[in-house]
């Protein structure tokens, strides 16, 4: 297994949640992180709490930014691709207007921005890693945006992970995880998260802490490339 001790690992969406975590998990490895978020209040403040991270602010879909952030890295030896990065309608694929549902791909284009931007620095043998999600396998109605953004970027990884070798290419895919991303549900995010989880086989959604854990294991694993890994408490299973 390949150490983190002394990497370089840039982490896109590393200010909250599976991104954070990734961080964190890197940084107590020895790792040198740079973790990247738009909010530049976000920034201050994981900066403020983790100060061996070098937090950055800039927008996935910020090309200068990004080869502005790349180059100032100088060698990368892994990539995490871990930002939101768009807004998404959740209703049925007959009620979305055609922007709406185009708008979800923000999210894949800010990986192909990053992936773009990134690999020019990234040594022969360094990884990229990317975010999708359960929906990209098991789609309940209204998810179809979603769903369909998780198969691109699912497919996106298994083509790079051809193009790009030997450098390696996987992504992770998370099932439904307790992050920012459910902030707006405020006081009751931890039971809408509970009844949301509680048809599935471990009954419970996931920590960041729990979906980072494979994401370090896709960069360090040097002969694991192409895959996708389910973090997701049996979600896939009926
Ligand atoms: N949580 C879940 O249940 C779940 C399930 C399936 C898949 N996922 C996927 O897992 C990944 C991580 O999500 P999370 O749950 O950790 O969400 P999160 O806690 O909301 O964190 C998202 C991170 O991405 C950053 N970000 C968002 N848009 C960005 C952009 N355009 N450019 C740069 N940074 C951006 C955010 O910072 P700023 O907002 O300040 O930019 C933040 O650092 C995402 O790809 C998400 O779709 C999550």
Known sequence: MGSLTGKNIVIIGGTSGIGLATA????DEGANVWAVG???????????????????ACDTHDLDGLAKLFKSVGTVDHI?????????TMKPFMEQTAEQFSEAFDKFWG?????????PHLTDTGSVTLVSGTPARKCNPGMSSISCVGNAVEALTRALATELAPRRVNVVAPGTTNTGMFDWMGDKKDENLANMSKGILLQRAGLPEEVASAILLTLTNNYMTGVTIDVDGGQLLP
């Open 111 to 119: 990986y192909c921005n990053v992936v773009r931007q990134g690999v």
């Open 24 to 27: 964190i998990q890197a940084s």
């Open 80 to 88: 995490v691709g871990a930002a939101t990065g768009a807004n998404r």
């Open 38 to 56: 738009r909010s530049e209040d976000r920034v201050k403040s994981a900066a403020s709490q983790f100060p061996n991270i070098n937090f950055e």
